[in-house]
């Protein structure tokens, strides 16, 4: 007779397994001084460097124009490709194209967190991308597409990979793979981690120790903590560690991120309103030659619209000090102006709501997902009659000083954006109705939706990360 395998044992809890959230609270009220920072970037600034030199398309080294596809490729057939791509909506009937960047692999976005002195510290990287407009933002301790991490480059290996590959020396404390911009990208996606280790970790050059108190600290400086680190921010599980204190704005947004609270949404409702959205939708998308885009024209060595709107994809020869590889060429994407991602917020019952839009966009993997209460291009939007401009534009762009909780200008990520930003805008605001691809929800019930793909794009993480950033003050 056949004996049945014994079950494995069930893991004996570490001493250090207190609730995540309850400790990431902690970590959040931690908030030392930052000389010691502002010094790690002084100092990392002389041995890390990236610049970036503008050149036509058609002289990027490993790149050409595949007379095949009518697509801008690179010569391995890896990294990613400037395709065409024609777009057709039935409600309202409306056609477009435009060139869109097919990336088709998955990235880590990785936040490697550890004790220090009993708070949650994360390991920060001072990383310098091509697009950025200040040279080192603050980056997460993994970044790197799927190219990157498996060496395609030839390049050095990723420092600090091991943890986000290897189960057994990590503890996870988020994990999804989340959009990119779908209007800028194809599909792409990357895998956002956060992980905590008990293993001695040394920060090397380049990285650092902060506190999350630290981190949202410095979200309130431009163009400092880069796109990947605000997306993974917002996936951070801090409701159930939130605990009211006082009364007021910050009050409100503590109950707003605890779970359980008053909704005006259930969330299985939520989940229906998008899911409708998304079995209704009637957007067709075929990529095409970048030659058949009617609107956009091959002009001085780069590919622009006609009428000067939107962005240009650009060349770059880059040379880099510290990084994998010291020297490439590649195509970017350089946005015409600063894009607007704005939040309007409002108390119910004493808990902070957050009116959201379900937005469809050409790239996105499952046709829509949540987006800020107002995302644009303004200068793109001025000319625009009323019945046509974003709602509450007009709103957010002329909100009292008094009305803002947060407004930073912070850059898009800057391996694929040049020199590209978005001011990121809170707004305290009445209770406003809304209209159909509109929900006022809590924080709690977004914080769920992120752990979960594909439901929060990262124009929303990226500006929530900025609003949960007040998560023990007021304003910023």
Request: proline content about 6%.
């Given at each position: 007779?056949?004996?049945?395998?014994?079950?494995?044992?069930?893991?004996?809890?570490?001493?250090?397994?207190?609730?995540?959230?309850?400790?990431?609270?902690?970590?959040?009220?931690?908030?030392?001084?930052?000389?010691?920072?502002?010094?790690?970037?002084?100092?990392?600034?002389?041995?890390v460097l990236t610049v970036a030199e503008l050149v036509p398309l058609h002289q990027l080294h490993g790149w050409h124009y595949d007379e095949g596809t009518g697509f801008i490729a690179h010569e391995s057939g890896r990294f990613f490709s400037v395709e065409g791509l024609q777009v057709?909506?039935?409600?309202?009937?409306?056609?477009?194209g435009q060139p869109i960047v097919n990336q088709p692999e998955t990235g880590i976005l990785g936040l490697l967190v550890k004790e220090i002195?009993?708070?949650?510290?994360?390991?920060?990287?001072?990383?310098?991308?091509?697009?950025?407009?200040?040279?080192?933002?603050?980056?997460?301790?993994?970044?790197?597409?799927?190219?990157?991490?498996?060496?395609?480059?030839?390049g050095l290996p990723v420092p600090y990979l091991e943890f986000f590959q290897d189960p057994a020396r990590r503890r996870v404390i988020a994990d999804a793979r989340q959009s990119e911009q779908g209007s800028r990208f194809l599909r792409k996606r990357n895998r956002n981690m956060i992980v905590e280790t008990e293993e001695p970790v040394e920060a090397r050059n380049g990285f650092v120790w902060l506190t999350?108190?630290?981190?949202?600290?410095?979200?309130?400086?431009?163009?400092?903590?880069?796109?990947?680190?605000?997306?993974?921010?917002?996936?951070?599980?801090?409701?159930?560690?939130?605990?009211?204190?006082?009364?007021?704005?910050?009050?409100?947004?503590?109950r707003s991120l605890a779970r359980g609270g008053p909704e005006?949404?259930?969330?299985?409702?939520?989940?229906?309103?998008?899911?409708?959205?998304?079995?209704?939708?009637?957007?067709r998308t075929r990529t095409v030659s970048l030659d058949a885009l009617t609107d956009w024209e091959f002009t001085g060595g780069r590919i622009?619209?006609?009428?000067?709107?939107?962005?240009?994809?650009?060349?770059?020869?880059?040379?880099?000090?510290?990084?994998?590889?010291?020297?490439?060429?590649?195509?970017?994407?350089?946005?015409?102006?600063?894009?607007?991602?704005?939040?309007?917020?409002?108390?119910?019952?004493?808990?902070?709501?957050?009116?959201?839009?379900?937005?469809?966009?050409?790239?996105?993997?499952?046709?829509?997902?949540?987006?800020?209460?107002?995302?644009?291009?303004p200068d793109d939007c001025a000319q625009l009659p009323p019945v046509e401009r974003p709602p509450f534009l007009d709103l957010v762009q002329n909100a009292r000083t008094a009305d803002i909780r947060f407004d930073t200008v912070l850059s898009d990520e800057g391996g694929r954006f040049y020199h590209t930003g978005s001011r990121h805008l809170v707004v305290e605001t009445g209770w406003l109705p809304e209209p159909p691809d509109f929900r006022w929800l809590t924080?709690?019930?977004?914080?769920?939706?992120?752990?979960?793909?594909?439901?929060?794009?990262?124009?929303?993480?990226?500006?929530?990360?900025?609003?949960?950033?007040?998560?023990?003050?007021?304003?910023?």
């Open positions: 007779m056949s004996t049945a395998p014994a079950a494995p044992p069930i893991p004996v809890p570490s001493a250090r397994s207190r609730p995540a959230a309850r400790r990431l609270a902690e970590s959040a009220l931690t908030v030392p001084g930052l000389a010691a920072f502002e010094q790690t970037v002084r100092d990392t600034r002389e041995h057709e909506t039935q409600s309202p009937l409306t056609t477009w002195d009993g708070i949650l510290h994360f390991l920060m990287q001072l990383k310098a991308e091509p697009g950025n407009r200040n040279g080192l933002q603050l980056s997460p301790t993994v970044q790197a597409t799927w190219s990157n991490y498996t060496g395609v480059h030839g999350l108190g630290q981190i949202h600290r410095l979200l309130a400086t431009e163009d400092l903590v880069n796109m990947c680190t605000r997306s993974v921010l917002a996936c951070l599980p801090l409701g159930d560690g939130a605990s009211a204190r006082n009364e007021g704005f910050g009050a409100a947004l503590a005006l949404h259930p969330l299985v409702n939520v989940l229906s309103w998008i899911t409708e959205a998304r079995t209704r939708s009637e957007t622009r619209h006609r009428a000067g709107r939107h962005f240009d994809v650009i060349g770059v020869r880059v040379k880099a000090v510290s990084r994998e590889v010291g020297q490439w060429w590649q195509p970017m994407i350089r946005a015409q102006s600063t894009q607007l991602a704005a939040l309007l917020v409002t108390h119910v019952r004493g808990v902070l709501h957050v009116l959201m839009q379900l937005r469809a966009e050409p790239g996105l993997t499952d046709a829509a997902e949540l987006a800020p209460t107002v995302q644009c291009t924080l709690g019930q977004l914080e769920e939706l992120t752990q979960h793909s594909h439901y929060v794009n990262i124009q929303a993480r990226s500006v929530l990360a900025c609003l949960r950033s007040l998560f023990h003050g007021g304003d910023r």
